[in-house]
Every structure is written in C-alpha cells, then in structure tokens.
C-alpha cells in the first residue's frame, strides 16, 4: 500500500523548477546594470549573431551621465565603499569612452 501512495505521490508533484538566483539587493545592483550596458557599447567585442561592432558612443556617454547623477543625488548618503565603487565604475568608463572617442590615447 505504501507504494501506491508514494507513487501516486510522485506523479501529482510539481517537477522542481530551476531556482532563479536574484543577486542581494544593494548599491551595486543599481549600478551594475548601468556600468555593464557601457562596457558593452564600448564596442569591446562583436555582435555574436550579426559579426557587427557593438559601438554606441552616445549610449555610452548617457550612461555615464546617467551615473554621474546617481552620484550627485547620493552625495553624503553612500557608504564608503559603495561610493569608492561608483567611483571607480565611473573612472573606468569615462577611461576608456576617451580612448574609444579618440580624445586621449592610452
């Protein structure tokens, strides 16, 4: 008897679903997002799908500018570390948009 019951049991289950991971909510999730989708319009790498540059300079130059306002509008509200983080996000993107931008040469 146990065994029709563990079977039936079985069969009315739910399969498990893959967990979905959701990263901790804190300063650099708000940060990230912006940060990464400048990298990616660098033009660092290729389109996987069409061989195509991915550069978007004015993409790049509105998320900059979008993380320089959280900067401004977070001023004396951050940790330390999440300003040293924003900081340094925001110095390797303007680094590196004023080589692609051929306005200085590293």
């Known amino acids: 008897m146990t065994d029709n019951k563990e079977k039936s049991k079985t069969k009315n289950e739910k399969p498990q679903e893959a967990e979905t991971v ?4 804190d300063f650099s999730s708000l940060v990230l997002p912006f940060y990464t989708q400048a990298l990616l ?15 978007n300079l004015d993409l790049v130059k509105r ?3 979008l993380l320089d306002l959280l900067r401004k509008r977070t001023q004396g ?8 983080f924003l900081d340094s ?18």
Request: with cysteine.
């Open 63 to 65: 998320m900059i500018d």
């Open 41 to 55: 319009s660098l033009g660092i790498d290729k389109d996987s799908e069409s061989d195509k540059d991915r550069k």
């Open 77 to 84: 509200n951050l940790k330390p570390e999440e300003g040293k």
């Open 22 to 25: 959701i990263p901790p909510l």
């Open 89 to 106: 996000c925001l110095h390797q993107l303007k680094l590196s948009y004023m080589e692609r931008a051929k306005i200085i040469k590293l």
